[in-house]
């Protein structure tokens, strides 16, 4: 039990406000003990000495301090006897829950007493495959056997050979995808071997096998025995099924011998494993095998029988990468709108979900009433990914699940009104309505900042339909009046910038959808420094440059009393965490705040399996050159004859990209052309002209930085 846990329990304990216990926790930086931040916290110290009831709180939680607050208990573990466990072992209730029962005794103790321990893992993989296979069918009417599959698929390997394996389960880690680039894979056993291999002591033969795979390394063996047993692996061990296969024929082992070898190693028990090591030594020498490769045979297993798997695992593992892959490879919206919703209460999953579908040329839409379903979705007719309405931070599955079945019961919502009055304040209220403005869940129906401004006339409006529903329902067999509620109409408002709308959707969805505040400004971050997607594990120890935005800071005090941070730093292609140690920060304390667009310099570190940036400097990006680049409108022309269903596919395009850029028409007439400055803005994004081009033609939507109307 830590400082901050301490002071709430012992508060809730003594019958003191939520409040109070929660002002003082707050009080203590992460990280310190009490009589640490009493020292260093001036306002702590002060309430400690001068307010009698938080020194008693603060006394007794002192004591309580580091103590054990609960017994824990393992996430999937299951023990097996052939008698009730209660002739063997004591059995409680766990602290949550009262219908299961746990054992009192630990693994450990469990395993001397002679007890099966089995870990029976859920995997969030199997929940992307099962939804995956969900919206195959639902937007192509066709069901996926995965058991038919072909296990030489072609698309599956070029992805894997490309390390393209975001997602893909057991390969998607910078240093795998380095190795499988390498490996170039092209059958199932390559990728069960990678599986076992990608794990601390087996790792080191990663090299070497993929060498001898591509014939740049000559197979050789410590003894002829070896080679039956390595021969389809090139030499190098890959399962723990080939260290008892070797005990058996280079040692004499039994089965039961060799699997006691095995938990010896795996355990690391010293003495079983001396015991061990002398018995695989005398047993080689007795098949044929002289002293010295007897020694270097027991040196080649052991750092694999420490951590290798056995082949079952790593074959079933390896199934379900393949599968993963399978699916990322040939129904990739599929995959990712999957993966998204399995991410969707981890916000910087997500981001870098969302990141990887741009890298696709995949591009997740901003939530959309009439579009978005409850998870995250695939829009049929364009293979693009909606986001998920229950992923909208106040809005959550239940409403979203209301607002879905009733479009598929009424039909899509033909305007706000029409919205409200079928949802009704059952199941909307004031933070439903904000949180889906503000998201863009409703942008087809008005501007966000008029919708917002017009919240309590929403609100009052929504209120009047209950009650006119009310009365009308025990007015239903007499004949008095009924309630009219009057038509809403939305006062005028200036639209929100692009800055607000963002900081909306980073409020709401986690991240930038509808765009992004670097948008456009990518040539300046270019030279500016390397772009984040860009950093992998080739960088690791390096010093590297970057540039973005700063979208996280958290200050905390290092043991030696002095501040520090933990900031996010952001570009359009991705974001890390970059550490800010006390000397960096004391040169320019000032730049490290949200918003504040810098370069900063440093050294990649991967202590944590995540890449984080060291920091060493940091200087702002001057953005006023680019500032001027930015254009003012952007004119598309229409071609002759142009029917009525073209214009409607130009509506949908321009309503994806919502901004403040005006949006010109050039239509032909009479030999010349009528210039029409249109209701519609958007913002500054290559990919949306891109998609215009593609339906129109080349050149004929661009973006124009001069000051004079088309017309001119």
Same mark, same amino acid.
């Given at each position: ?47 400690? =000495? ?227 090591? =002398? ?29 290798? @798997? ?45 990141? +990887? ?27 693009n990914i909606r986001f998920g309405l229950a992923a909208i931070k106040n809005v959550g599955a ?78 239903? @067999? ?21 800055? *607000? ?75 890390? +965490?970059?550490?800010? @140690? ?10 490290w705040q949200t918003d504040s667009i810098v370069a900063i310099e440093g050294k990649t570190n ?39 269903? *073209? ?46 081009? =593609?339906?129109?033609?080349q050149k004929a939507a661009r973006f124009d930085t001069s000051t004079t109307n088309p017309a001119?």
């Amino acid at each position: 039990m830590k400082a901050r846990m301490a002071i709430r329990d012992v508060a809730r304990a003594l019958g003191m406000s939520y409040d109070d216990g929660d002002r003082i926790a707050k009080l203590i930086p992460m990280g310190l003990t009490l009589d640490e931040s009493l020292s260093t916290v001036s306002e702590l110290k002060s309430i400690y =000495e001068n307010e009698p009831n938080f020194t008693r709180l603060i006394d007794m939680a002192k004591r309580l301090e580091n103590v054990v607050r609960n017994a824990g208990t393992h996430a999937a573990g299951v023990v097996i006897s052939e008698k009730p466990l209660t002739e063997y072992v004591p059995l409680q209730h766990p602290p949550k829950g009262e219908e299961s029962l746990i054992t009192q005794y630990s693994m450990n103790y469990l395993d001397d007493i002679g007890l099966l321990k089995v870990d029976i893992l859920g995997l969030a993989n199997l929940t992307i495959i099962k939804n995956c296979l969900r919206i195959i069918r639902k937007i192509s009417q066709s069901e996926i056997d995965l058991d038919k599959i072909p296990n030489d698929d072609k698309k599956t390997f070029e992805l894997l050979s490309a390390g393209a394996t975001a997602g893909v389960f057991q390969l998607e880690s910078d240093g795998m995808k380095r190795y499988l680039k390498d490996l170039k894979p092209n059958n199932f056993e390559d990728i069960l071997s990678m599986v076992a291999l990608y794990r601390p002591g087996p790792m080191e033969s990663i090299n070497d096998f993929i060498n001898a795979k591509h014939g740049r390394k000559k197979i050789t063996y410590l003894d002829p025995k070896l080679q039956p047993i390595l021969e389809k692996t090139y030499g190098v061990i890959v399962t723990q099924d080939q260290v008892l296969q070797i005990a058996r024929y280079f040692a004499g082992f039994s089965y039961g011998e060799a699997d006691i070898l095995r938990k010896a190693v795996g355990k690391k028990i010293k003495k079983l494993l001396d015991e061990q090591k =002398e018995k695989f030594l005398s047993g080689a020498i007795k098949t044929g095998a002289d002293k010295k490769t007897a020694e270097n045979v027991w040196n080649f297993i052991e750092p694999f029988a420490k951590y290798g @798997f056995n082949r079952a695992h790593a074959a079933c593992y390896a199934k379900i990468s393949y599968q993963t892959a399978y699916l990322k490879a040939r129904y990739p919206s599929a995959f990712m709108a999957a993966w998204l919703t399995a991410e969707q209460q981890n916000i910087d999953k997500i981001a870098f979900a969302v990141a +990887e579908c741009r890298r696709m040329n995949i591009e997740v839409l901003p939530p959309d009433v009439n579009e978005s379903f409850v998870e995250f979705g695939v829009v049929k007719d364009t293979n693009n990914i909606r986001f998920g309405l229950a992923a909208i931070k106040n809005v959550g599955a239940g409403v979203s699940e209301k607002i879905v079945e009733e479009r598929k019961t009424g039909g899509p919502y033909v305007s706000l009104e029409d919205f409200l009055k079928r949802l009704t304040g059952r199941i909307l209220n004031k933070k439903v309505i904000e949180a889906l403005v503000k998201s863009g869940g409703l942008d087809r129906f008005g501007e966000r900042n008029q919708m917002l401004s017009a919240i309590e006339q929403i609100l009052k409006f929504i209120s009047n339909l209950d009650k006119k529903a009310a009365k009308d329902q025990l007015n239903l @067999f007499s004949e008095k009046t009924k309630i009219e509620v009057s038509k809403l109409v939305l006062p005028e408002t200036p639209p929100a910038d692009k800055k *607000l709308r963002l900081s909306w959707e980073k409020e709401l969805l986690g991240m930038y959808i509808s765009d992004h505040p670097l948008k456009g400004m990518e040539n300046v971050l270019s030279e500016a420094g390397t772009p984040i997607n860009e950093l992998d594990s080739k960088n690791i120890g390096k010093k590297v440059k970057i540039a973005g935005i700063i979208t996280y800071v958290r200050k905390i005090v290092t043991k030696n009393k002095e501040p520090m941070l933990f900031a996010t730093l952001e570009d359009i292609s991705g974001k890390t +965490e970059v550490l800010v @140690f006390p000397k960096v920060l004391k040169q320019n304390n000032q730049i490290w705040q949200t918003d504040s667009i810098v370069a900063i310099e440093g050294k990649t570190n991967s202590k944590d399996g995540d890449l984080k940036i060291i920091a060493e400097s940091i200087t702002e990006v001057n953005i006023g050159q680019h500032k001027e680049m930015v254009p003012n409108k952007m004119i598309i022309n229409i071609p002759s004859s142009t029917k009525k269903d *073209l214009l409607e596919k130009i509506k949908e395009i321009i309503s994806n990209y919502p901004g403040e850029i005006p949006v010109w028409l050039k239509i032909p007439k009479n030999g010349g052309f009528n210039d029409i400055k249109t209701k519609s803005s958007v913002s500054f994004d290559r990919t949306l002209q891109k998609k215009l081009n =593609e339906l129109l033609g080349q050149k004929a939507a661009r973006f124009d930085t001069s000051t004079t109307n088309p017309a001119i």
